[in-house]
């Protein structure tokens, strides 16, 4: 389930489009609703991104919290609205209180959302034991305290993380008498950032207090605690200062045969995270291809298209009160090539001291190779090269009684030096 990304799409890249120059504001409303029905938690989403983007695959995180009484492991059913061809849910056990990880993906046509941006996902049932209980039920993050959601688009695989705003803590209360109550706030958001002139007693808290009801401000509002609880990771970027005019030092590369683009890059003070873009053919078009929620990272991966050339580059942001974001410069661009991929159907047959052979046509290819030995496990030699990507068959002359046979496509990168995709595994002549 951790890698239900690389298991369940690959395909083309993710290309969300975002204006060099201007963020759009639905970007930062993705938010979570919680809403209580007896001992049942009805879970929605709203995600305005999802009108443009088409998501059809979506992960996120639901943290219960026992405070008080006792419960057995609750249970997630999906709503029959949602119709994504995988639809997962796996209760963990934590310390005594339970995450449920929550997993939807369809094919291109199976969104997630609706084009309102709006969906029931589903509900989570509770199972106290006993009349007298306190449980509190609340978003998570896909990687820490922060609430966020994963989400690939319909023509794209790299799973892009996204902060969830303004979502709810639910509350159920059970007395002796058998009646249930419920009463909810808001959980903190990585959006939301504490006055840093605020003393830690004066700065309210809107994490769940040990009555397991969430402490808010004066004016009825939550905001995040000016400290955190033992393990939980500090706010990125809370106590450094952004500079937004510098640039970050990043580099991207690719191993041998692979389309997955490796980028590194120099951490920016005071930066929240961190989007990276590219640009494919004569266009000049940068497209975002994936967005970093953590400001400590340094490297990460992103799997392109095969044969294919990018212009690369990435920024930093800060998040500010009120939720917009704050661009860096961009780095300096950087060009990848990508090898193309594994040349499939190779058939090699013997004719008289020729061998002929045959492959389907990889796709931007421009030229092969091919290679023989003796022995299947042996040291093979190249005996041919195919300079056009059209070429689908060949003779060899086999004068050195070759039995097996491979080949690899290539594609040119912009400095006119080639990029081998992989080989094939190599096939018997008959």
């Known amino acids: 389930m951790k890698k239900w990304i690389s298991c369940i799409l690959l395909s083309a890249l993710l290309i969300t489009a975002i204006p060099v120059y201007h963020v759009r504001a ?11 029905s007896g001992s049942n938690i ?35 059913q999906f709503n029959n609205a949602i119709k994504s061809e995988v639809k997962d849910s796996k209760i963990i056990s934590d310390n005594g209180n339970y995450i449920a990880d929550i997993i939807m993906s369809g094919k291109k046509d199976q969104l ?19 009349n007298v209980y306190k449980i509190s039920t609340q978003f998570t993050g896909i990687n820490g305290e922060i609430p966020s959601a994963e989400y690939v688009t319909k023509s794209g695989q790299s799973a892009v993380e996204i902060p969830l705003v303004n979502t709810e803590i639910r509350v159920l209360e059970g007395n002796s008498s058998g009646q249930t109550s419920s009463s909810g706030g808001y959980a903190p958001s990585a959006t939301k950032k504490p006055d840093a002139s605020a003393s830690p007693s004066a700065a309210p808290s809107a994490t769940p207090s040990a ?15 000016s400290s955190s609880a033992p393990g939980t990771p500090e706010e990125p970027g809370a ?3 952004f500079d937004k005019d510098k640039k970050p030092s990043m580099s991207v590369s690719a191993k041998k045969g692979s389309r997955v683009a490796t980028f590194k890059w120099n951490i920016i003070d005071g930066a929240d995270g961190y989007i990276f873009y590219s640009a494919s053919g004569k266009s000049g078009n940068y497209k975002r291809i994936r967005t970093i929620f953590k400001p400590e990272r340094i490297s990460c991966n992103v799997t392109m298209a095969y044969a294919s050339s990018y212009s690369l580059r990435m920024r930093a942001f800060r998040i500010s009160e009120d939720g917009s974001r704050i661009f860096g410069q961009y780095s300096k661009v950087k060009k990848l090539t990508t090898a193309p991929a594994k040349v499939k159907g190779v058939k090699a047959r013997i004719s008289g001291t020729r061998v002929n052979l045959s492959w389907k046509k990889v796709k931007n290819a421009k030229g092969y190779q091919i290679y023989a030995s003796k022995k299947k496990s042996g040291s093979y030699s190249l005996v041919k090269t195919l300079k056009k990507g059209s070429v689908l068959k060949t003779t060899i002359k086999n004068k050195k009684n070759y039995k097996y046979f491979k080949t690899r496509a290539y594609v040119n990168n912009a400095s006119k030096k080639r990029v081998y995709g992989n080989f094939c595994t190599s096939v018997k002549a008959r």
């Open 211 to 225: 009555t397991g009801t969430p402490n808010t401000s004066q004016t009825g509002q939550p905001s995040p605690s």
């Open 112 to 130: 997630v959302f609706p084009s309102d941006g709006q969906a029931d996902i589903g509900t989570l049932s509770l199972k106290p034991s006993g």
């Open 239 to 241: 106590d450094a200062i």
């Open 42 to 76: 009805n879970v929605s989403l709203s995600f305005p991104l999802a009108a443009t983007e088409e998501i059809t695959s979506l992960r996120f995180k639901l943290k219960v919290s026992i405070t008080s009484g006792k419960m057995t492991e609750p249970v997630f």
């Open 26 to 36: 639905a970007g930062t409303e993705c938010t979570g609703k919680l809403v209580a």
